[in-house]
């Protein structure tokens, strides 16, 4: 084989191997709708195969498409350590991210300054299972079309000013896990069929104006390991249902404003870290506590609830941090676990609470 053949041969090859131009230009244009003028990560975004060093990309070994883009301020990354600094970076997020076909996950998190709308066409990207946009400044909706991402596992947009419903294509997530709308300024209610999300562990809607009351379908999560509603303006009852579920180890709907009676399946659940706290709780402390109950966290601080604090609770397997503080509970307080390793501000702010580690009676 002659040497021209020998070069041309190699030079096809390496042609073959580079990503397709047309997912360098959409890379190119994505960079340019952004600027980072710190760290300098977008300097090795040169050259012919995008592929190749070119910071915060990964192709598919096969096709040679774009497979993943991973760029987080918040990195332990070399780059950063180097800099002694975080990162920061402005601009928005622009549509040509959308001509990636094959793109599999997208991550723009903790960059701070990244502002503008997530773009309606990423709920076109067939193969996309990871979003994640946490700790920017986007703004604008969740692109109502997203529920089209049937294999999306991951969605996190945390930490942004999002606006506006959850959109209720949303439920149609059908391959979801991980769900992080933490810190935002979405409103409306939840989605009643909010249960159609089969796959979710864990579900953080935290930190914003969320109304209406909680959906009972969310029981119907068998996976479901955390649900964090707090900080909303949610109201109504707590579905008794939730008291039910399998593995929900954490239930937080603490700074709301729920009202109704604690139902006495949440006792006797799987749950651990138990915060109802400042909303408007009326009734009994339910007197159902046994070798089921265990928990690291029961904060019902903050309510309207009435009567003595039932004495089953001595009968649980493990309470560690207790606050019934704010309410208006009477009576003596039991002796014996886990009332003796608790401070009097635990339950502080009642009616006519006393013996240790109050006032006696």
Same mark, same amino acid.
């Given at each position: 084989m002659?040497?021209?053949? @020998?070069?041309?041969?190699?030079?096809?090859?390496?042609?073959?191997?580079a990503?397709?131009?047309?997912?360098?230009?959409?890379?190119?244009?994505?960079?340019?709708?952004?600027?980072?003028?710190?760290?300098?990560?977008?300097?090795?975004?040169?050259?012919?195969?995008?592929?190749?060093?070119?910071?915060?990309?990964?192709?598919?070994?096969?096709?040679?498409?774009?497979?993943?883009?991973?760029?987080?301020?918040?990195?332990?990354?070399?780059?950063?350590q180097?800099?002694?600094?975080?990162?920061?970076?402005?601009g928005?997020?622009?549509?040509?991210i959308?001509?990636?076909?094959?793109?599999?996950?997208?991550?723009?998190?903790?960059?701070?300054g990244?502002?503008?709308?997530?773009?309606?066409?990423?709920?076109?990207?067939?193969?996309?299972?990871?979003?994640?946009?946490?700790?920017?400044?986007?703004?604008?909706?969740?692109?109502?079309?997203?529920?089209?991402?049937?294999?999306?596992?991951?969605?996190?947009?945390?930490?942004?000013?999002?606006?506006?419903?959850?959109?209720?294509?949303?439920t149609?997530?059908?391959?979801?896990m991980?769900?992080?709308?933490?810190n935002?300024?979405?409103?409306?209610?939840l989605?009643?069929?909010?249960?159609?999300?089969?796959?979710?562990s864990?579900?953080?809607?935290?930190?914003?104006? @969320?109304?209406?009351?909680i959906?009972?379908?969310?029981?119907?999560?068998?996976?479901?390991a955390?649900?964090d509603?707090?900080?909303?303006?949610?109201?109504?009852?707590?579905?008794?249902s939730?008291?039910?579920?399998?593995?929900?180890?954490?239930?937080?709907?603490?700074?709301?404003?729920?009202?109704?009676?604690?139902p006495?399946?949440?006792?006797?659940?799987?749950?651990?870290?138990?915060?109802?706290?400042?909303?408007?709780?009326?009734?009994?402390i339910?007197?159902?506590f046994?070798?089921?109950?265990?928990?690291?966290?029961?904060?019902?601080?903050?309510?309207?609830?009435?009567?003595?604090?039932?004495?089953s609770?001595?009968?649980?397997?493990?309470?560690?941090?207790?606050?019934?503080?704010?309410?208006?509970?009477?009576?003596?307080?039991?002796?014996?676990?886990?009332?003796?390793?608790?401070?009097?501000?635990?339950?502080?702010?009642?009616?006519?609470?006393c013996?240790?580690?109050?006032?006696?009676?």
């Amino acid at each position: 084989m002659s040497l021209r053949v @020998i070069f041309v041969t190699s030079l096809l090859l390496g042609l073959a191997a580079a990503c397709p131009p047309s997912d360098r230009a959409a890379l190119l244009s994505f960079r340019a709708a952004l600027h980072e003028p710190y760290l300098g990560i977008f300097n090795s975004w040169t050259g012919a195969d995008c592929c190749r060093n070119w910071y915060g990309v990964s192709c598919d070994p096969e096709s040679r498409r774009v497979a993943d883009i991973n760029l987080r301020g918040e990195s332990e990354d070399p780059i950063f350590q180097r800099a002694k600094r975080t990162g920061y970076m402005t601009g928005t997020i622009s549509s040509a991210i959308c001509r990636l076909e094959r793109l599999s996950s997208l991550t723009v998190a903790d960059w701070k300054g990244i502002s503008g709308e997530i773009p309606a066409c990423l709920a076109s990207l067939p193969y996309l299972r990871i979003l994640d946009l946490i700790g920017n400044r986007l703004s604008g909706e969740i692109p109502a079309d997203i529920g089209r991402l049937k294999r999306l596992t991951v969605l996190n947009v945390a930490d942004n000013m999002i606006t506006g419903r959850i959109p209720s294509s949303l439920t149609g997530l059908s391959s979801l896990m991980h769900l992080d709308l933490r810190n935002n300024r979405i409103s409306g209610p939840l989605p009643q069929d909010f249960g159609m999300l089969r796959m979710l562990s864990r579900a953080l809607l935290s930190g914003n104006q @969320i109304t209406g009351s909680i959906p009972a379908s969310i029981s119907q999560i068998y996976r479901l390991a955390d649900l964090d509603l707090s900080s909303n303006r949610l109201s109504g009852q707590i579905p008794p249902s939730l008291g039910k579920m399998p593995v929900l180890a954490t239930l937080n709907l603490d700074f709301n404003q729920i009202s109704g009676a604690i139902p006495a399946s949440l006792i006797n659940s799987a749950v651990s870290n138990l915060n109802l706290s400042r909303n408007s709780i009326q009734g009994t402390i339910p007197d159902v506590f046994g070798p089921r109950s265990y928990f690291t966290v029961l904060d019902l601080s903050y309510n309207n609830l009435r009567g003595p604090i039932p004495k089953s609770i001595s009968a649980a397997t493990y309470i560690g941090h207790m606050d019934l503080s704010h309410n208006h509970l009477c009576g003596r307080i039991p002796a014996g676990s886990p009332f003796d390793h608790l401070e009097a501000s635990s339950f502080g702010y009642n009616d006519c609470l006393c013996g240790k580690p109050l006032k006696a009676c």
